[in-house]
């Protein structure tokens, strides 16, 4: 079992930038893919960005340039990186592991966060 928990989530004005951290514990993460998804009101749950066991990340258009995942394996923990932020990027932020390659599909990933959230005010 893998227990994860988001922080770093909170209120910022429109440009402001914000660094979210999902910590590990239960299995090392070093043979995991990692993503962070949101989920707005109304909304349906979207993947971001994901990033595999070995470091290399993938981003969705509308953060593509703004955001960065990183990971520290040693840490156990992946983070996300925040700039430029703008009102439609307030939601409620998750992070998933998954044994394996990456993948943009949440019925893939095993393990989720019990979210943070973000909120950017114009």
């Known amino acids: 079992q893998v227990q994860l928990v988001e922080s770093g989530g909170g209120l910022v004005q429109a440009g402001g930038s914000l660094r979210l951290s999902c910590a590990a514990s239960?299995?090392?993460?070093?043979?995991?893919?990692a993503g962070w998804s949101r989920q707005a009101p109304g909304k349906e749950r979207e993947f971001v960005t994901t990033?595999?066991?070995?470091?290399?990340?993938y981003y969705a258009d509308s953060v593509k340039g703004r955001f960065t995942i990183s990971r520290d394996n040693a840490k156990n923990t992946v983070y996300l990186q925040m700039n430029s932020l703008k009102p439609e990027d307030t939601a409620v932020y998750y992070c998933?592991?998954?044994?394996?390659?990456?993948?943009?599909?949440?019925?893939?990933?095993?393990?989720w966060g019990q979210g943070t959230q973000v909120t950017v005010s114009s």
């Open positions: 998933a592991v998954r044994r394996g390659g990456i993948s943009w599909y949440a019925d893939n990933y095993e393990y």
């Open positions: 239960g299995r090392t993460l070093s043979s995991y893919a």
């Open positions: 990033i595999s066991w070995d470091g290399r990340a």
